[in-house]
Antibody
């Protein structure tokens, strides 16, 4: 059974940093591109980062480019999202998902507030 | 970026009836390989999105045959037949033809 379990969310002040993790199991992690998708309080979904299977290629939309960094450790079957210079508009539930969005985790919540 | 538009349903649906949910794209989602890169998801209350349909019309593993997807390059429909209480939630469509992969704003299905 495919499982994706996110962790690391929390309350952060504006301008702060946080690193999310996603532990993957039930499939060959190193064979799949992976993504982070966030859902804002108004329930809109936004892709915020994608990485290919070997970590050699990444994609970010303009809204997070230069502030977010996606990475992976295929030996540990774990995906990461390093977030910095956080803004209130980054407040959301963050999901990790396979790049084809066929499997999603349960999400971890980030709140950016003073 | 490709804009994905979803309308709201005008009324709650009666159990056992059929319902169609629409999705429109600002650009054709038909790729040069002949496939149309559109997904449909259901997000039940308190849960993460669940893939229902991929490549516009292919049901994901384990998804009931009451769900079917159709469309052209820019206009898409998710049809749900014999609606059940378990179908309640928000339905999203998503394009995967070019980055960033964008989502519609969702269509909420309520049962009378």
């Amino acid at each position: 059974e495919v499982q994706l379990v996110e962790s690391g969310g929390g309350l952060v002040q504006p301008g702060g940093s946080l690193k999310l993790s996603c532990a993957a199991s039930g499939f060959t992690f190193s064979s799949y591109g992976m993504s982070w998708v966030r859902q804002t309080p108004d329930k809109r979904l936004e892709l915020v980062a994608t990485i290919n299977s070997n970590g050699g290629s990444t994609y970010y939309p303009d809204s997070v480019k230069g502030r977010f960094t996606i990475s992976r450790d295929n030996a540990k079957n774990t995906l990461y999202l390093q977030m910095s210079s956080l803004k209130s508009e980054d407040t959301a539930m963050y999901y990790c998902a396979r790049v084809t969005t066929d499997y999603w985790g349960q999400g971890t919540t980030l709140t950016v507030s003073s | 970026d490709i804009v994905i538009t979803q309308d709201e349903l005008s009324n709650p649906v009666t159990s056992g009836e059929s319902v169609s949910i629409s999705c429109r794209s600002s650009k054709s989602l038909l790729y040069k390989d002949g496939k149309t890169y559109l997904n449909w998801f259901l997000q039940r209350p308190g849960q993460s999105p669940q893939l229902l349909i991929y490549l516009m019309s292919t049901r994901a593993s384990g998804v009931s045959d009451r769900f079917s997807g159709s469309g052209s390059g820019t206009d898409f429909t998710l049809e749900i037949s014999r609606v059940k209480a378990e179908d309640v939630g928000v339905y999203y469509c998503q394009q995967l033809v070019e980055y960033p992969f964008t989502f519609g704003s969702g269509t909420k299905l309520e049962i009378k």
